[in-house]
């Protein structure tokens, strides 16, 4: 049976419009190429004393119709135009420029998507601005969440050991607001969980959300894994995760991401 021509037309018209970049993809690549896109670095802190730990890198995205953009739109955006790449290796570049100005006590945290991990490159490529930055390798982490390890766990093993290898720790961004696929702390060189607000917010009002932090810190410590929680905004939660063993926290308690200059200062630099 034949197919009527409006709709090979129509079909036509999809494909272009499929195949032509969207006007915001285009507005996030010129962004790139100038100044227009911010990193910002949210404070993260020793629980045992309070002290400075380092910091999380976020990225952030002034639009001019469409106000501030943050992380996944930002990742979403770059995806749907093909720009993925571009995006990571400039946050994770201009994350790694700024932090090698800091003391050497502190920690950069980096987020890494599953298109990083599906880039044969990322790895190489991270080593080599590491090298070019001058920042060390050990006090570098990235984040990983559950959504980036679902496509292939056995490749992304491989692709982390080889950068654990180097030094860089691995942490499970977003612990417990996933599947929690108890197989990752089995196949992944992990040196932390990093838990969803999700796991926190109850802490101080629930005996069962309580238990649950319990538990997880007794099985971290039994892997030897740090346990870092995120979402902290008052100080009963505060003092809660510290009396639990949570090692590290961040979250507007401590301190809103800011930008690089606003972080030098609170750090000393």
């Known amino acids: ?57 976020l990225v952030r995205w002034q639009h001019p119709e469409h106000g501030q953009l943050a992380g996944d739109a930002v990742v979403a955006i770059a995806q749907s135009g093909g720009i993925t790449r571009r995006l990571a290796r400039h946050i994770a570049r201009a994350a790694l420029v700024a932090a090698a100005q800091w003391p050497a006590n502190l920690r950069l945290s980096l987020n890494v998507t599953a298109m990083d991990l599906f880039d044969r490159t990322f790895g190489e490529d991270l080593l080599a601005m590491l090298a070019d930055t001058g920042f060390p390798a050990e006090r570098l982490t990235l984040e990983i969440t559950e959504q980036a390890l679902v496509a292939d766990l056995d490749r992304s093993a491989r692709r982390l050991n080889r950068l654990a290898d180097k030094g860089i720790r691995i942490a499970l961004d977003d612990f417990g607001a996933g599947f929690c696929n108890f197989r990752y702390l089995k196949v992944l060189p992990l040196h932390s969980l990093k838990l969803d607000r999700s796991m926190i917010e109850g802490i101080t009002s629930c005996e069962r959300d309580l238990a649950v932090l319990r538990g997880i810190v007794a099985m971290a410590r039994a892997l030897d894994i740090a346990v870092i929680a995120e979402g902290i905004e008052t100080e009963a939660h505060r003092e809660a995760i510290q009396r639990e063993g949570c090692e590290v926290w961040q979250g507007y308690l401590g301190g809103r991401p800011v930008p690089v200059a606003q972080f030098d200062a609170q750090a000393g630099n």
Request: hydrophobic fraction near 35%.
């Open 1 to 57: 049976m034949s197919v009527p021509v409006q709709l090979h037309d129509r079909r036509r018209r999809a494909d272009r419009r499929r195949s032509e970049p969207h006007p915001i993809t285009e507005d996030l690549s010129a962004a790139l190429a100038g100044d227009g896109v911010q990193i910002l670095f949210q404070p993260q802190f020793r629980s045992g004393d309070g002290a400075l730990a380092g910091a999380e890198a």
